[in-house]
């Protein structure tokens, strides 16, 4: 949007102005613009680690309902910004709120669901933030139209936060959460309310009680037994492992930078905004097919599909750039050459969509032992907030840099994660979270970390 850039970026629109004797991959290589963006996923970092020990304290019915304050004011702040500083605090408390509600989220839903339709709720987060991309570029293709349109684009976000707020009125806490703050008999009245007045529940929660009492005798130091346990390896590595790789897909960096991309290969401005929309749906689409398969192909199937449908795009993204813009980027690339690069992110994101996006929520929601539960949520959370700051701050600098390189990076980073995936990853569709140790005992290389004791389970798992 020309009059949100010219009242807070003009040296942009000076660039866009002189774009025929430059360089068309560094017209928006601006590290201000670049801090609009990011300071939303340091401040997430910052408070998913906050989060952690609230939400072990207060439950997750209480971080949500903090994380949808935090999310409103920074939304209205934002929506209301006079200057560069007051939009970068507003993005910061959205930040805030970010962090707050991705750290309970996920637990709230794997600890809530049914283990056959576990995979399908916890995706439930992807595809509703999904549909809020979607409907945020609806958005700011219709208000480009005036000129006061970015701050609706901006302020409209107090919408959905008001929604977190207001919901998580009505939520009952996890039946977890609860017996681990001492209310057994609330945790019983959380069960009778999602599995219906009539449902039998006293063996699942005494299988609740027996696993959050083993917790709660080996809660203190969940950190040095996370970094030192040799029978909590495989956590430390997935802890660490999903959200790296989630962030180097370039997925993320695809979704906030995709005007500017699709500009920089030749795109006017409603154009770009509508190639966005565009690419919101398709992701959309496949969030949503996604729902519908995973429960039934399992996570490490469409971890690998996804995996090298992503990897072809990437590569076909920088040849089609490479090719036609050229290493100077000098040139201004042909109109059915910029469509191709369109179809190639779009189908770049739908292989994301229905694998690494939903996957890197479900997964680490349903791995974890219920003793370092909040600390590998919080460390999933923060891990990847903190590299897509690293990744928003750097990619306008990276394509002007490394030009149609970028992408290939990207591919080269794709291949990796889909090999450790296809090594590494046990399957965990259809298991219950209290049995989770059964797969990693059984797996050919975490069954050496990971040892089953005859009659007493698995300690690093109870």
Not at 48 to 68: F, K, N
Not at 227 to 240: M, N, Q, S, W
Request: contains cysteine; hydrophobic residues 55%.
């Amino acid at each position: 949007m020309e009059p949100f850039l010219q009242r807070f970026f003009p040296h942009i629109l000076k660039r866009m102005a002189e774009a025929k004797k430059g360089n068309e991959y560094c017209i928006y290589d601006s590290q201000a613009l670049a801090a609009f963006t990011s300071s939303l996923y340091v401040a997430a970092a910052v408070a998913s680690l906050v989060a952690s020990r609230v939400t072990r304290a207060l439950g997750r019915q209480a971080i949500m309902l903090i994380g949808g304050a935090l999310f409103f004011t920074g939304a209205v702040l934002t929506g209301a910004a006079v200057n560069l500083a007051m939009l970068i605090v507003g993005r910061m408390l959205l930040g805030f709120g970010v962090g707050f509600t991705n750290q309970a989220t996920p637990l709230f839903l794997a600890e809530m669901a049914p283990p056959r339709w576990r995979g399908a709720f916890t995706s439930g987060i992807n595809f509703f933030l999904t549909l809020g991309v979607f409907i945020a570029n609806l958005v700011n293709y219709a208000a480009a139209r005036v000129t006061w349109g970015w701050r609706l684009s901006l302020g409209l976000a107090a919408a959905p936060a008001a929604a977190i707020f207001v919901g998580a009125l009505f939520l009952t806490d996890t039946p977890s959460s609860l017996v681990m703050r001492g209310r057994v008999d609330d945790a019983r009245a959380a069960l009778l309310r999602v599995r219906g007045a009539g449902a039998d529940v006293d063996a699942e929660l005494k299988e609740i009680t027996r696993a959050v009492e083993a917790a709660r005798r080996s809660e203190d130091g969940a950190a040095r037994r996370m970094a030192t346990r040799r029978d909590y390896r495989p956590f430390l590595v997935f802890a660490v492992a999903v959200p790296v790789f989630t962030q180097l897909t370039g997925v993320v960096v695809l979704a906030f930078f995709s005007p500017l991309v699709f500009r920089t290969v030749g795109f006017g401005g409603n154009a770009a905004l509508m190639g966005t929309v565009i690419l919101g749906a398709v992701n959309l689409v496949s969030i949503t097919l996604f729902t519908f398969v995973v429960d039934r192909f399992g996570r490490r199937a469409l971890f690998m599909v996804g995996g090298v449908q992503m990897i072809i795009c990437q590569v076909a993204i920088a040849w089609v750039m490479g090719a036609q813009l050229g290493k100077a980027g000098d040139v201004v690339m042909a109109r059915p050459f910029a469509v191709a690069v369109l179809v190639f992110t779009c189908l770049h994101s739908a292989g994301f969509g229905w694998s690494w996006g939903p996957l890197a929520w479900v997964v680490p929601g349903e791995i974890f032992p219920v003793d370092i539960r909040s600390l590998g949520q919080a460390m999933n959370v923060s891990i990847s907030m903190g590299l897509a700051f690293v990744q928003t701050q750097s990619f306008l600098a990276m394509l002007c840099r490394f030009k149609y390189a970028t992408f290939a990076y990207y591919a080269a980073w794709v291949a990796v994660m889909t090999v450790f995936i296809a090594i590494f990853l046990p399957e965990t569709k259809g298991v219950p979270l209290e049995s989770m140790s059964t797969v990693w005992v059984r797996h050919w290389y975490w069954k050496r970390f990971v040892v089953q004791n005859e009659g007493k389970g698995t300690v690093a798992l109870t």
